[in-house]
């Protein structure tokens, strides 16, 4: 009889083989679970705010008090005048609805009443975005960066602050809790066709009676094809990369994070060289983009307007959460703009004639070119460099944040007015042009006249506090604990006081480089309001006066434990979100 040891039947090898092809295919069915998970490099945040608080205080209640009772007064009038309107008129008392008729004014006002504990207006405020909100039906297409940024952060904040303690079980109820995250669900179902592009990159608007992207120029109810090119600023791009993380979190639900990773992969993954584009910083991300093929349609480069928030978004991803997959990208892409910001950017004035100190302010480029000129929206970046440099324990960047929040000082201070015109521009040092001439020189009298006198003149005259430079100014009293940015601030709300206070809010002023004191008390008409010893006030308020500029004022004199930059990240719209991954 054979032997079974040297002469194993066959059967019995195709039964050992098929046994060991069984368990290979179920060990590889199962190896991501049996398997730890993928190392990702963590990415170190340092303390943000001032080590010499520890312990907390700080608070100059009579000032935080002032500005706790204009946010009363401002609710109130809007409560009286226009609630469920998006806007409040300051100086008629008239309405109007420009952000989808969706109670703007009303949703965004909610984190700031919740901070300063004005329970009974934020319950009023909530029973109404649970109740009458209707996120299905607009007559006007939605934008939806504007609609992110307004409307579902200041909802998913609400969610957060209330399952942080900030708020109690009796002004948001758990069940309101859940109807809030409802609201924030509907929302984002509804914007959610903008990413429906071959990029990634989100259509600008969104028409929600198709539920398809559009464009700018793309009628309600119209077809987007009729566009050979449809582009979109670099912001949009990273529109919804805080809020979408926040709602995956809240909602278990990793898709919408997933959505605005594929939105952002083309700028921090592009399928081309950026570096092969002529006179291309490095480091910097051109704008606008085309959402077909994620290409530049244009070369413009800046910290400023419908830039300045792609940046932002990736330092406040990376401080939110810190050990995620792409934080070390984002860490990387956002140092790498922080260099080209300092040696692209940023422009040292010349002295004037009566001015001989030189002031360091942040300019754009146009392809080759140095435009010497910003917006109020670029005294928002010196928060963005504060804030960046305390988390990577980069001293050169604190240096920089303060001497451009110093820029922006000067323009307030120097102002006849105290406040500083939406737009300015400056001749540049020699040192700065590299051999070209300023694009923007004084073109009239009064333009030569500003000038001389500050070294600087207006481009746009209009002007008020906007909320960019109140949020440096809270960032560098949190970060480095100096007194002086809280001094600054309230020279800044004694002008606004004096100068925009009217009787239904505080309105815009027509030309801050007029020297003038409005005095609002006891306003009546119209005709009295608009002109008040000298100073021309616009009947518009914007809704980021309740959203930022008065909550940072407010954080500003409040104790530093509140808002704790080591706790909480706060959106570009203002809003507050849980730091769940601390560094």
Known sequence: MPSFRRHPVTTFKLLSAAFIICFYLIYASFRDFFSPPPKIDRVEIASLQYEGWRGGGK?????????????RKVFASYQDRAWGKDEIRPISGGNLNNHNGWG??????????????????????????IDKVDFMKTDELVDPSEAISRYLGAILSLVDMSDAGLISPEVITHDDRNKLLGQAYTLAFKIRPSFDTNTGLPWPRVDSDTSVGASLSTPKSGSPEEESLVTIPLSSASAPLLESRVLSRLTNDASYLEDATYAIAPLLWPNYNLSALPNHPDGLFPSPLDIDTSHPAAQEYS?????????????????????????????????SATHALRWNLTSRSAPSPSHPTSHLYLSQRSGPHLLNEASHTSCSAPAALLLGGAATSRGDLLGLGQALLEGCHHLHASSPSGLAPD?????????????????FEPTTARAARQWELRGWWAVEERGGLRAGYVESLFVAWRVTGQARYREWAWEAWEAVSARCEARYGFAAVKDVMRRGRATSSGLGVVEQAVKQAGVELVDEQETEWVSRTLKFLWLLFGDVKVADLDLWVISEGGHLFRRTEPG
């Not at 608070?59 to 946010?71: C, E, F, T």
């Open 303 to 335: 910290w400023d307007t419908h830039h300045l928030p792609f940046y932002t978004a990736l330092l406040k991803s990376l401080l939110l959460s810190p050990h995620s997959r792409h934080a070390p990208t984002y860490r990387t892409a956002w140092l």
């Open 59 to 71: 608070a100059d209640l009579a000032k935080a008090g002032v500005i706790r009772d204009a946010m």
């Open 423 to 439: 737009r300015w521009s400056w001749t540049p040092a020699d040192s700065e042009l590299r051999g070209e001439a300023a694009v």
């Open 104 to 129: 703007a004014f009303l949703v965004e006002s909610t984190t700031t009443l919740a901070l300063m504990g004005l329970w009974d207006e934020l319950r009023e405020a909530v029973r109404y975005i």
